[in-house]
């Protein structure tokens, strides 16, 4: 019988689109105070429109921009058979579309869905992670995906992580230019750190105004319910915070912006990225996915 994945209820999705517009209301509002500082009113009207514009270019990018931030690249069915097997499968029991697959160079186990819905999902996975877990535990962390896909959250988080991407774009730049850019496992660079600081709370205020760490919760339950194996989940959800912990991403301008999509906060709580947080503790969520199996954390 097919399993289908947590769908919002009407109230949920109401405060969640809440979240959204309020979010984008914001942006607007910010960019029209910039344009009555520059040019008056006129100025305003102009900037209503450009950051009209950008919002629906992000509408239509957000999934583009948080693969990117990444590093993410397509890959194919004959580099991955197995993956592909497995969310083909999941897919097949959600009753969803098969999602795009993609794989980010990054070290740290970790993985994220984006898009706009079912057909335009997709689905990252990080080499650590494909490195760190057996197959039931990747199973389970794809049945997790997949549940914010058919949760139909995938679309808020998705945008959101668009727009703060574009409010952080000026750190990024400062990344971009600076000598050492080359450097696998760069830290941030002090320009980067001052405009850290004053764009990163901003973006963070979209991210927590559209986001709710109820989101994760649900898709635990359902993403074990579509996996067959809660306890397969709350094994790979250990080794992804033991992970994260040993292996955390530096918060620069691009990811932490998307940060958020992630299974598992891929950033030490600390400085600006603890503005970012929207993760439930991993302990709580082990306890949700265990208890019904009699089961500890």
Known sequence: MAVRGYTLRAAELAGVLAGLLTSVALVI????????????GGGAAVA???????????FACCDRLALSAMLARPVGEVEHPELYRLVRELSRDARLPVPRLYLSPVGQPNAFAVG??????????TEGLLRALDEAELRA??????AHVSGHDVLVSSVS??????????????????????????????VESLLMLVFGPVAAVIVRLAVSRERE????TAGALLAGDPVALASA???????????AL????????????????????????????????????????????????
């Open 141 to 146: 962390v794809l049945g997790h995906e997949l």
């Open 250 to 297: 530096a918060p620069d301008g691009r990811r932490i912006a998307v940060g958020h999509l992630m299974i598992a906060c891929p950033f030490r709580p600390e400085g600006v990225a603890r503005l970012f947080h929207s993760h439930p503790p991993v302990a709580e969520r082990l306890r949700r996915l265990e208890a019904p199996a009699g089961y500890r954390s």
């Open 29 to 40: 509002a910010g960019c029209a105070l910039l344009g009555v500082a520059a040019a008056g």
């Open 116 to 125: 706009r819905g079912p057909r335009s999902a997709a689905i990252c996975c």
């Open 217 to 220: 919760y649900r898709a635990d």
């Open 237 to 247: 959800l250990r080794k992804i915070d033991a992970g994260t912990a040993e292996l």
């Open 161 to 190: 992580a668009g727009l703060a991407t574009v409010i952080m774009l000026p750190a990024s730049l400062a990344r971009s230019v600076r000598p050492g850019r080359a450097d696998p496992c760069p830290g941030l660079g002090a």
């Open 48 to 58: 209503i429109v450009l950051a009209g514009l950008l919002v629906v270019v992000v």
